[in-house]
């Protein structure tokens, strides 16, 4: 089943103690990107990867990393997470952006992560 | 400026009436591509429906159908023949060529609420 995976699927940590949430898409896509959810805010990128070992910026960068070493991962890092980090975290997936832009972006089932 | 504006922060709707959700963007680039999302409580993100620029017909998948109006910059979603598993967010979306196609950008949701 073509699809994305994100874990946890639930956190709840402590400041300032560095977390990873993994994603993994097993549909071979280049493009992956991560988003938070925010009450009225809608989604805000956060990066994204065009391919393995290129990723960019987002609007909404600070405090996380990111790497992208095989095609098939794009783990999300928060090196000391803060409150205001606390989030609903999206992980999604594309075939390539850069010929067409009618590829929908494929989403992981979310990261409900609370930061005390 | 927002990009992508839905101004309906929620919207009722009797079982097996139509409804429509608005949504107006904003981009001087000739090339893009407009998305609705839907959002369960449960909270994935399932992909609805894609209508690009230059599409000379409105998308139509199943129920949803998209009203395209590229002058007025708007492309609102309508649901036919609304069920009670329609109740959901409903996010639109967007994806221009000046960003290199790699950003998806979200408005802030409108919240559907189907009553019996």
């Known amino acids: 089943e073509a699809q994305v995976t994100q874990n946890p699927r639930y956190l709840i940590t402590v400041t300032g103690k560095k977390l990873t949430v993994t994603c993994s898409q097993n549909?071979?896509?280049?493009?992956m990107s991560w988003y938070r959810q925010d009450p009225g805010l809608g989604l805000r990128q956060i990066y994204y990867?065009?391919?393995?070992?290129?990723?960019d910026k987002g609007d909404v960068p600070e405090g996380y990393k990111v790497s992208r070493k095989e095609k098939r991962n794009f783990p999300l890092i928060l090196e000391s997470p803060s409150p205001n980090q606390t989030s609903l975290y999206f992980c999604?997936?594309?075939?390539?952006?850069?010929?067409?832009?009618?590829?929908?972006?494929?989403f992981g089932p979310g990261t409900r992560l609370t930061v005390t | 400026a927002q990009k992508i504006t839905q101004t309906q922060p929620g919207m009722f709707v009797q079982e097996k009436e139509a409804v429509t959700l608005d949504c107006t963007y904003d981009?001087?680039?000739?090339?893009?591509?407009l998305f609705w999302y839907k959002q369960p409580s449960s909270g994935e993100m399932i992909f609805l429906i894609y209508?690009?620029?230059?599409?000379?017909q409105n998308a139509t998948e199943g129920r949803y159908s998209l009203n395209f109006q590229k002058a007025r910059k708007s492309a609102n979603l309508v649901i036919s023949a609304s069920q009670l598993g329609d109740s959901a967010m409903y996010f639109c979306?967007?994806?221009?060529?000046?960003?290199?196609?790699?950003?998806?950008?979200f408005g802030t949701g409108t919240r559907l609420l189907v009553s019996p």
């Open positions: 209508q690009g620029s230059y599409d000379q």
């Open positions: 999604a997936s594309s075939l390539t952006t850069q010929t067409a832009n009618s590829y929908e972006q494929y």
């Open positions: 979306a967007m994806r221009e060529v000046n960003t290199g196609f790699q950003k998806l950008v």
């Open positions: 981009t001087s680039d000739p090339s893009y591509g």
């Open positions: 990867s065009m391919n393995v070992e290129v990723t």
């Open positions: 549909m071979n896509h280049e493009y």
